[in-house]
T-cell receptor
Framework: DGGITQSPKYLFRKEGQNVTLSCEQNLNHDAMYWYRQDPGQGLRLIYYSQIVNDFQKGDIAEGYSVSREKKESFPLTVTSAQKNPTAFYLC????????????FGSGTRLTVV | AQSVTQLDSQVPVFEEAPVELRCNYSSSVSVYLFWYVQYPNQGLQLLLKYLSGSTLVKGINGFEAEFNKSQTSFHLRKPSVHISDTAEYFCAVIPGPGGGSSNTGKLIFGQGTTLQVKP
């Protein structure tokens, strides 16, 4: 079955370390997105990519980086510059410009220790 | 630009009671509307969507929503809730056909409503 896979489910990181969250989809979707979710703050867009080798900053891109070398993959790196990285991270994909909405992964919970 | 307001951050309700989760949107162009559900520590799952046609949309798990263009609302309803409906619900909007420069292709989400079903 087609879907979108995020790994790992839980991730622990020491302060000052970079960490990369994986997101892979086999839906042949053009666009991919990264959201951060904190209690009571809904979903906040970090980065998005509409085609391979191109991506744009979302509302809270500082302290994060992404790459889109393959259509199927959109990894997110949380750098040491991110002041408060503990959160739930969601990846999504869509057929750009269509009316099907987004397909979401199951999320990665990152905890800084 | 589009925006979405979910009028209630939390909605407590007893099991088997009806529930309505309210969503209002703002847009100068026609839009497509969505409701998503998120169970604890999981991703979002599409409940239903309105694209065009009948203003009453039926979704999964017995939920339905009504599009009201004059009131710019898209409220979610269920006539009888179960404990298993306890979750967070998100309303979202994206410009429809003819959205022109407003159409960034990105969904705009509301802040979410936590539905707490009590026994």
């Amino acid at each position: 079955d087609g879907g979108i896979t995020q790994s790992p489910k839980y991730l622990f990181r020491k302060e000052g370390q970079n960490v990369t969250l994986s997101c892979e989809q086999n839906l042949n979707h053009d666009a991919m997105y990264w959201y951060r979710q904190d209690p009571g703050q809904g979903l906040r867009l970090i980065y998005y990519s509409q085609i391979v080798n191109d991506f744009q900053k979302g509302d809270i891109a500082e302290g994060y980086s992404v790459s889109r070398e393959k259509k199927e993959s959109f990894p997110l790196t949380v750098t040491s510059a991110q002041k408060n990285p503990t959160a739930f991270y969601l990846c999504a994909s869509s057929i750009y410009g269509q009316d099907n909405g987004y397909t979401f992964g199951s999320g990665t919970r990152l905890t800084v220790v | 630009a589009q925006s979405v307001t979910q009028l209630d951050s939390q909605v407590p309700v007893f099991e088997e009671a009806p529930v309505e989760l309210r969503c209002n949107y703002s847009s100068s162009v026609s839009v497509y509307l969505f409701w998503y559900v998120q169970y604890p520590n999981q991703g979002l799952q599409l409940l239903l969507k309105y694209l065009s046609g009948s203003t009453l949309v039926k979704g999964i798990n017995g939920f339905e929503a009504e599009f009201n263009k004059s009131q710019t609302s898209f409220h979610l309803r269920k006539p009888s809730v179960h404990i298993s409906d306890t979750a967070e619900y998100f309303c979202a909007v994206i410009p429809g056909p003819g959205g022109g420069s407003s159409n960034t292709g990105k969904l705009i989400f509301g802040q979410g409503t936590t539905l707490q079903v009590k026994p």
